[in-house]
Every structure is written in C-alpha cells, then in structure tokens.
C-alpha cells in the first residue's frame, strides 16, 4: 500500500503512468508498506502462466527475498524507478523517504533491490542514470543505500506515518530494537532473493 497523500498522472505513453504526492512527504516517512492485500505469486505459479501474463507480472511485481513475486492491488505498482530516487525499500521490507518529497514531485524508486531476474531499460533522464537496470545490481548497490537509511531511518519514529497500523508485528518489534539501539540495524541484504544470485 502507498502512502495516501499520493495520485497516479499519465507521464508519457513511453513511460506511461507514474505516482505523484499530492501533499509534502517527510524524509523518514514510510511510503510503502506490503500490507496483508498484497497478491503473492509463487515461482511455479508465475511459470504456469502464459507470456502475456508474465509480462504484465514483470512489469508491476517485485521479487521478494523468498522469490515471491509481490504484485500491489493498489497504487504502489505504478511508482517509477529513478537512478536517484526520492524513495527506497529498506530490509525491514517497507519503502522510506530517503529525503523530503515535495507537492507534485513524482514518487520514485531504486529497482535494484527488487531482484530483478533481467535486464530492464530505465529512463530516468538524470544525469547518473544508467541506463540499464541489472540483477547484479544488488550487490553494486546495497551498502551504499544502507548508509543512506541508516542515516534516514531514525527519523521514521518522529514523522507523521499515515502507513503505520499496516506494518506487522515482527517489523515493530525489529523497529523499537533498532531504536533501542542502532547497531541492530536490518540491512537490505535480507531483502536478496538467494537463488537469484547465480545469474
Ligand atoms: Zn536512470
């Protein structure tokens, strides 16, 4: 589930649709949860189905650290990877505001940490972009992000968090003790679906 101080906007018909926050979203607040409605697609579910449906699922899915395939059932499908996103997935499985998101700023993603089973073209226009979206781009990335929300992080117990109640019980639990203390850190390594490292 999105934040709900958010609207999806028709971008292009390349890149089609993208979500926008409609209000200021503080750095720290959680953007994305998978709540309990998230539909769950098992690899051999994924292979029965025919190509056509298996790139719908590819293209608004992400990859789980279990090789689920975690299709939202709401919004949160249509936001856009970024090469230098406003937003990115933590290893206690929601997404944060890595920096303040302003009214009418698009919401944007790093896919890399989705495990990614191919290759994808991206089209972020920034001046860093790369321009291909790789697998192996989780481990290229992973450490420098965690520094990044470990920086971040913090601040997601003094933000107003609209997406609170939908975070199950075990990640509250994982939270306080990080508040407690912050060498019990969760990094995005957790998030690396294992079998998809012999690429
Ligand atoms: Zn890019």
């Not at 206690?92 to 990614?116: C, H």
């Not at 990044?148 to 003094?158: A, C, D, G, N, S």
Request: glycine share 4%; proline share 5%; with cysteine.
């Amino acid at each position: 589930m999105v934040h709900p101080d958010t609207e999806i906007r028709l971008i292009d018909p390349k890149i089609g649709y993208g979500i926008f926050a409609t209000k200021r979203i503080p750095e720290g607040t959680i953007v994305y949860v998978r709540d309990e409605l998230e539909i769950q697609i098992s690899e051999e579910e994924f292979e029965n189905y025919n190509e056509i449906y298996k790139n719908l699922i590819r293209k608004y899915s992400y990859i789980d650290k279990n090789g689920y395939r975690i299709l939202s059932w709401d919004l949160a499908k249509y936001v856009n990877h970024c090469c230098d996103p406003n937003t990115v997935i933590t290893g206690y499985g929601f997404e944060i505001a890595i920096r303040d998101i302003e009214p009418g700023e698009e919401i944007t993603d790093e896919y890399a940490f989705f495990n990614l089973d191919k290759e994808e073209e991206v089209f972020c226009e920034k001046k860093n972009c790369r321009k291909r979206i790789k697998p192996e781009d989780f481990e290229t990335y992973y450490q420098e992000w965690d520094e990044k929300i470990k920086k971040t992080l913090p601040k997601i117990f003094i933000v107003e968090q609209p997406l609170f109640g939908y975070i199950d019980k075990n990640t509250k639990k994982e939270l306080e003790e990080f508040r407690k203390d912050p060498s019990n850190y969760k990094s995005l390594y957790n998030l690396r679906y294992k079998k998809l490292i012999e690429y």
